[in-house]
């Protein structure tokens, strides 16, 4: 599967709210933009994309764990707390998004719960690692 950076974006933007009706506050409510826009920039990083996919279909580790890690000190400035806890919604908004974009994007077809090590960072106990993608992605 051949994707385009900016479609892929337009795709999630379009169509989260629709998908994800629970979590459109995320996309929507100003209180949120610094999460949401932060999860943009990730999937508009082509390189970082290809990091967080690889990560994802060699070692199971799921995108929000890459994620994360990888904006650590981003989210402690948007937080304002030195272990960047966030808030139920937000972690169930950032799940959310990572799904749309493997799930409904990228076309992968299963999903495993798995427990990732970020309790002293974010507060994060699980998250979701995605298999099985339709076919081989390439982003262009």
């Not at 999460?35 to 995108?63: G, M, Q, R, T």
């Not at 808030?87 to 994007?105: L, N, Q, T, Y």
Request: proline fraction near 4%; charge should be positive.
């Amino acid at each position: 599967m051949d994707i385009s950076i900016p479609v892929l974006v337009d795709k999630v933007a379009n169509e989260f709210s629709e998908r994800y009706s629970h979590f459109k506050g995320f996309q929507q409510n100003p209180n949120y933009k610094k999460y949401w826009n932060k999860c943009i920039e990730a999937i508009s990083d082509k390189v970082l994309l290809s990091h967080i996919i690889f990560c994802n279909d060699l070692f199971a580790i799921p995108p929000v764990k890459t994620f994360l890690t990888y904006y650590e000190k981003d989210f402690i400035v948007i937080t304002g707390k030195e272990d960047a806890e966030l808030d139920v919604f937000i972690k169930k908004s950032i799940g959310a998004f990572w799904g749309m974009v493997f799930k409904f994007v990228l076309n992968y077809q299963g999903q495993k719960s798995t427990t990732v090590s970020l309790n002293k960072k974010f507060k994060v106990s699980t998250a979701t690692h995605f298999e099985n993608p339709k076919e081989k992605i390439k982003l262009e």
